[in-house]
């Protein structure tokens, strides 16, 4: 078992940086694939950035490369934002997958095991 805890959503002005924080606990934090995902209103749930537990290797959706950073600092999750735009507006969420379980990393909603609450961003024209 694993607990989750975003951190760091606010408002912010269009072209402008945030940086969310996932804190972990309850478990191993070395077995874990931590993805981040966001969703807009009447939108699904989409992903967005995830990391190994060594920091090695991370993946990036394609339209968020250059722009979103994620790394990660003993046992919390970072996603560094920038350049923001309205339509990155969205609650964003931080998840974890079995690292075990996946030969290439994990992007698929279903493929995370454990969700925080959320935190919301929201970015002004």
């Known amino acids: 078992q694993v607990q989750l805890v975003e951190s760091g959503g606010g408002l912010v002005q269009a072209g402008g940086s945030l940086r969310l924080s996932c804190a972990t606990s309850g478990a191993t934090f070395t077995r874990y694939v931590m993805g981040w995902f966001r969703q807009a209103p009447g939108k699904e749930r989409e992903f967005v950035a995830a990391i190994t537990s060594s920091g090695g290797t991370t993946s990036y959706a394609d339209s968020l490369k250059g722009r979103f950073t994620i790394r990660n600092a003993g046992r919390t999750v970072y996603l560094q934002m920038s350049s923001l735009k309205p339509e990155d507006a969205a609650v964003y969420y931080c998840?974890?997958?079995?690292?075990?379980?996946?030969?290439?990393?994990?992007?698929?909603?279903?493929?995370?095991?454990?969700w925080g609450q959320g935190t919301q961003v929201t970015v002004s024209s």
């Open positions: 998840a974890a997958a079995f690292e075990r379980e996946f030969t290439t990393m994990p992007t698929e909603v279903g493929n995370y095991r454990y």
